[in-house]
C-alpha cells in the first residue's frame, strides 16, 4: 500500500487530517500519478483540517500546476489541466478577498508553460485555459503586461479577442 492509497480513507471519510499530511499526500500525487488529483484545488483545500494557511495552499498550487503542465506528450492530459487552472483560477479570483499573489503565481506558472511547449500543445493551453480566462474582463486585466512580452503577445492578443466577445456577459464582465 503506498501513501496516496493510505490517506484516500482518511480523506474520504472527511475526518480532520493534518494539513502537512494531506499537503503531502496531494504532492506525491500530483507527481506521481497526475490522473488522481481532486477535482478542484480549492474545493480540496477546504477538506484539510486544520486549514492549511494561505502561504501552504499557495505552494502547493504553485508546486501542483507547475509539475501536472510538465507532462508532455499526452494532449488530453494537458487539456484536463488546462480546464482545471481556468476552474482554479475562477475560484480563487471570486473570494473575497481574492488571494492575488497565487493568481499572480498561477498567471506566472501558465506564462512559463506557453514560452515553454510545442505549438500543439500550446494550441491546447490558449483553446482550453487562456481563452476561457479571458472571458472575464476582470481576469483579462491581470494578464495586460503580456501585450509587452514578445513570446507571449500573440497568444495574449488572441485571447483577449475571444474574451472580448463575451462581454459583459460572463464571469465579472
Known amino acids: 500500500m503506498n501513501e496516496r492509497d493510505e490517506a484516500r480513507p482518511r480523506l474520504s471519510a472527511q ?3 493534518a494539513a502537512k499530511r494531506v499537503q503531502e499526500w496531494l504532492r506525491f500525487a500530483a507527481m506521481h500519478q497526475p490522473q488522481a488529483e481532486p477535482r478542484t484545488l480549492p474545493e480540496f483545500a477546504e477538506q484539510i483540517r486544520p486549514q492549511c ?6 505552494a502547493f498550487v504553485m508546486d501542483y500546476f507547475a509539475c501536472q503542465l510538465s507532462v508532455r506528450g499526452d494532449p488530453g492530459h494537458l487539456q ?4 482545471k487552472l481556468v476552474r482554479t483560477f475562477w475560484a480563487l479570483a471570486d473570494l473575497e ?3 492575488t499573489e497565487t493568481l499572480l503565481g ?3 506558472v501558465l506564462g512559463a508553460a506557453l514560452r515553454s511547449v510545442d505549438d500543439s500543445a500550446r494550441e491546447i493551453l490558449v483553446t ?6 479571458f472571458e472575464s474582463r476582470r481576469i483579462a486585466a491581470m494578464f495586460t503586461e503580456w501585450e509587452d512580452d514578445d513570446r507571449l503577445r500573440d497568444v495574449y492578443q488572441r485571447a483577449l479577442a475571444w474574451g ?3 462581454w459583459p456577459h460572463t464571469r465579472g464582465g
Open 106 to 108: 498561477l498567471k506566472q
Open 128 to 133: 482550453h485555459c487562456l481563452e476561457p480566462l
Open 164 to 166: 472580448e466577445g463575451f
Open 53 to 58: 494557511s494561505p502561504e501552504e495552499f499557495h
Open 80 to 83: 484536463t489541466v488546462a480546464q
Open 97 to 99: 478577498p481574492a488571494p
Open 15 to 17: 475526518q480532520p487530517e
